[in-house]
Nanobody, 125 residues
Framework: QVQLVESGGGLVQPGGSLRLSCAASGRTFSSTTMGWFRQAPGKEREFVARISGGGAWIAYADSVKGRFTISRDNAKNTMYLQMNSLKPEDTAGYYC??????????????????WGQGTQVTVST
């Protein structure tokens, strides 16, 4: 079992930055692929970014490439999402997810085994 807790969301103006964190417990952190997903009201949950267990393999959704950076610190059992140049369309609940494999090439929510409760990001003037 893995427990995931997100933090770092909030209200930010367009063009601003936020850093989300996801603290994990309950399983060897370095053996899990971690991902960030987001869900806006009335929309399906969508893939944002993922990172392999060792941190070498990273993928991003096209909508966030060049603006968001995913990273992880296995010594602290924590994953991060640095979000720069935020846009109103980035407004959503952001969820971290974990898969029971260190290398998962998937953007599908069904392939992730554990989920956090989410943290809200609102980009607005």
């Amino acid at each position: 079992q893995v427990q995931l807790v997100e933090s770092g969301g909030g209200l930010v103006q367009p063009g601003g930055s936020l850093r989300l964190s996801c603290a994990a417990s309950g399983r060897t952190f370095s053996s899990t692929t971690m991902g960030w997903f987001r869900q806006a009201p009335g929309k399906e949950r969508e893939f944002v970014a993922r990172i392999s267990g060792g941190g070498a393999w990273i993928a991003y959704a096209d909508s966030v490439k060049g603006r968001f950076t995913i990273s992880r610190d296995n010594a602290k059992n924590t994953m991060y999402l640095q979000m720069n140049s935020l846009k109103p369309e980035d407004t959503a609940g952001y969820y971290c997810a974990a898969a029971r494999t260190s290398y998962l090439q998937s953007t599908n929510t069904a392939d992730y085994d554990y989920w956090g409760q989410g943290t809200q990001v609102t980009v607005s003037t």
